[in-house]
């Protein structure tokens, strides 16, 4: 296990063990982001838009650096708004999708 996924793994444990209240509604996601920076945001919005989508359709639909894109995902997977997966059509991909329906 790497560090970032030894860390999530241990984020989502100590959310369980402390009863930390999962995001159930649209108004809890925005709620949850109101402190994340710009980027994030609009990545959160672009997801919420148009549904799954991988790192390099995010880039290319909110026309942000591939950089910010990335630590935008990671800040919204640290808040527990975004979940990702690995794409079927290819494992080199990730899919990256709100935690909610929109």
Not at 25 to 35: K, L
Not at 67 to 90: H, N, P, W
């Amino acid at each position: 296990m790497d560090s970032h996924t030894t860390a999530s793994f241990c984020a989502s444990i100590e959310r369980l063990t402390t009863n930390e209240s999962v995001i159930t509604t649209t108004g809890e996601m925005w709620d949850a982001v109101s402190d994340l920076p710009p980027s994030a945001k609009l990545i959160a919005k672009v997801l919420e838009y148009n549904g799954t989508l991988t790192q390099s359709e995010l880039v290319e639909k909110s026309r942000l650096s591939p950089r910010t894109t990335r630590q935008g995902i990671q800040k919204l997977e640290d808040a527990g708004v975004v979940e990702s997966e690995i794409s079927l059509a290819d494992a080199r991909q990730k899919l990256y999708s709100l935690k909610i329906e929109p």
